[in-house]
């Protein structure tokens, strides 16, 4: 039998759903409000008659019996009226596949943590008889006080159709939460969405191989649980061994140390978006119903009631209703600016006009003002006498302002009108032009000398050019009485390296044991070197049995182009810091000879890599031979 529930159906008279959040495989997730308890609740519901619904409840009753605050409880499970539900506690926050998705990997110590709290849940259950049995990273929620809580413990692996669920599933989920927490993908046994881990030979990458900077101890762990026995590529069950999630729990959380402010530090990475899950407030009551029920909608159903004037309107309304039911449009709510009398203590608000505002007045016009003298009306010319001027009765002698002639500087406007200021040229001009024109003859002396000196092939300031032979540019050789200094003892140099300063120690000795075939490889890096990638080098530190003035050293390298700084030291040192290079080179080729510009004294010898050839899609250096010539 088929049951259609909608948005606004209220199972068990109880639970009104609101939000249809997955459906998959006849099985449907809810978000719903308990109407009694008022809050908000998680349901599950799959048909009665469907096979999951006997697993489904004996979860549920399971997962009842685990007291942990990390897991979201069971808080009722029944058959009714033909389905089959599950009410869990409501999780609000943002879950470890969004986390890592929209802000990255976490850093080393936050990911340990995480999954720390995470195994000591999954450990206590292991203890009560219950294993999750879909431990994946939807399933593990960051909720809004940094706090870890773990989502559908049993009842997600029941409406997935797992039977028959082991805690070694939960303990290789435990592994590959930490793998994706440290590198963004996905290696655990179950089925998520975020991407899966990248393989080799059927066998996951270790993380270190997929994210430089990974602490050794967390890559172990992974390594040790992920990787089967006998499969290429594993070295982490030598180092590490868990098989439970207690011991995983207590392994990372020796690892983490003093969990003081990491709830708060991991809150601050949490990605801040208004489409993240909401604890929202109640909703109304749907005011539709069936034309047989007379019931009307109880006040104690809403949060918050509104006014008997105001309807209620529905946030879905279902495609078939009753010609009976009338359903009234909600009226838009208008609120202003409160206003406050201070004599009555009244309260009003302030509302928008009713009537539009009258329009600005209009600009004054300004007044007429003729471009020319006007002229008297008999025709004659209005002529009117200058100050300090005679004038005759006929009109003759000088008129201002309209007469250009006839003014005491003999100048006219062209206007009529006589000039206030007599023009004078500005000050200081004829000072700029020339110091304008001392500097051109200047520079035109110092090119006449230039191309004089050049032209009698000395330098450009006249002296004797330097012969090519002693040119200090000139590729130096080394000393001829220098010979290949034997006894050297290698070890690796790595002072970024984080937990443990180190950089394939073991294979060091391969640089300086004579054949050529072995190297010392770097770890493979995804960004280069330098400023802008996860360290600014790696090295070698080769001992040279006592102090030795060096004069070259020639290096046999696998890959290219490499960059590389040579330095000397009187004691082993632990960083390049502080030293000065004797010498920087980039070598194109695989075997070359870089020849110090002057011979440096040392016991200590530091070949530096501060640039790695590109090694498939990410960068390695490898150092075949180390050859030290020195007297």
């Not at 030979?201 to 006998?230: E, F, K, S, T, Y």
């Not at 044991?513 to 990638?533: F, I, K, M």
Request: glycine residues 10%; proline residues 10%; aromatic residues 4%.
């Amino acid at each position: 039998m088929t049951h259609t529930i909608r948005p606004g159906d209220v199972l068990a008279g109880r639970y009104r759903l609101v939000d249809l959040l997955t459906e998959s495989g006849g099985g449907r997730f809810w978000r719903a409000h308990d109407r009694v308890l008022q809050r908000h609740v998680a349901l599950h519901v799959i048909p009665a008659d469907d096979p999951r619904s006997e697993r489904l409840l004996e979860a549920a009753r399971s997962n009842a019996l685990l007291l942990d605050r990390r897991v979201l409880r069971v808080l009722d499970a029944e058959i009714r009226d033909g389905l089959c539900y599950v009410v869990n506690e409501w999780g609000s926050g943002t879950s470890l596949d969004i986390l890592v998705t929209s802000s990255g990997p976490l850093e080393p110590r936050y990911a340990a943590w995480l999954v720390s709290e995470v195994a000591d849940s999954v450990a206590q259950a292991h203890e009560a008889g219950v294993a999750h049995g879909r431990l994946v990273p939807e399933n593990v929620l960051v909720d809004r006080t940094g706090e870890i809580r773990v989502i559908g413990l049993g009842v997600d692996a029941a409406m997935h159709g797992l039977s028959g669920t082991r805690s070694s599933t939960d303990v290789t989920d435990l592994a590959g939460l930490l793998y994706c927490a440290l590198t963004g993908k996905w290696a655990g046994a179950s089925t998520s969405a975020v991407p899966r881990a990248p393989e080799e030979h059927g066998q996951v990458l270790r993380p270190r191989q997929v994210r430089a900077g990974i602490p050794r101890p967390l890559d172990a762990l992974c390594d040790a649980v992920l990787h089967v026995d006998g499969q290429p590529g594993s070295r982490g069950r030598e180092l590490v061994s868990v098989t439970t999630a207690r011991e995983i729990q207590a392994y990372l959380a020796d690892f983490v140390g003093d969990p003081a402010g990491i709830a708060e530090g991991l809150l601050a990475t949490l990605p801040r978006r208004r489409d993240l899950p909401l604890v929202l407030p109640s909703v109304p009551e749907i005011a539709v119903r069936d034309a047989g029920e007379q019931s009307a909608v109880r006040e104690d159903d809403v949060a918050d009631p509104v006014p008997a004037t105001q309807p209620i309107v529905p946030t879905e309304v279902p495609a078939e209703v009753p010609a009976e039911t009338t359903v009234t449009p909600e009226l838009p709510t208008q609120a202003g600016l409160p206003i406050f009398d201070d004599e009555s203590g009244d309260v009003s608000w302030l509302a928008a006009r009713q009537t539009p505002p009258p329009p600005p007045p209009p600009f004054d016009q300004p007044p007429e003002r003729p471009l020319f003298a006007p002229s008297p009306p008999n025709g004659t010319p209005l002529r009117t006498p200058r100050p300090g001027s005679s004038a005759t009765a006929d009109g003759a002698g000088d008129f201002w302002p309209w007469d250009n002639t006839g003014t005491e500087s003999g100048r006219a406007t062209g206007s009529g009108l006589v000039p206030v200021v007599e023009e004078e040229r500005p000050p200081g001009r004829s000072w700029l032009r020339l110091a304008a024109a001392i500097a051109v003859g200047l520079l035109l002396l110092v090119a006449i000398v230039v191309a004089y000196n050049l032209g009698r092939g000395k330098t450009v300031l006249g002296g004797e050019p330097l012969d090519s032979g002693s040119s200090s540019s000139a590729t130096p050789t080394p000393s001829p009485s220098a010979t290949p200094l034997g006894g050297l003892v290698a070890e690796d140099l790595d002072p970024q390296g984080t937990p443990v300063p180190e950089e394939n120690p073991e294979d060091a000795g391969l640089a300086v044991d004579g054949d050529p075939t072995t190297s010392w490889p770097t770890s493979a890096y995804d960004q280069q070197l330098g400023p802008d990638g996860l360290k600014d080098g790696v090295g070698l530190v080769v001992d040279l049995g006592g102090e030795h003035s060096v004069s070259a050293v020639r290096l046999t390298l696998e890959g290219a182009p490499t960059g590389v700084e040579l330095y000397l030291a009187d004691e082993r040192p632990t960083d390049v810091e502080g030293l000065r290079p004797v010498q920087e080179a980039t070598l194109e080729s695989t075997g070359e000879t870089i020849t110090l510009d002057e011979p440096a004294t040392g016991r200590f010898l530091v070949v530096w890599l501060t640039e790695l050839p590109p090694d498939g899609s990410r960068f390695r250096g490898r150092v075949a031979e180390v050859e030290v010539l020195g007297e």
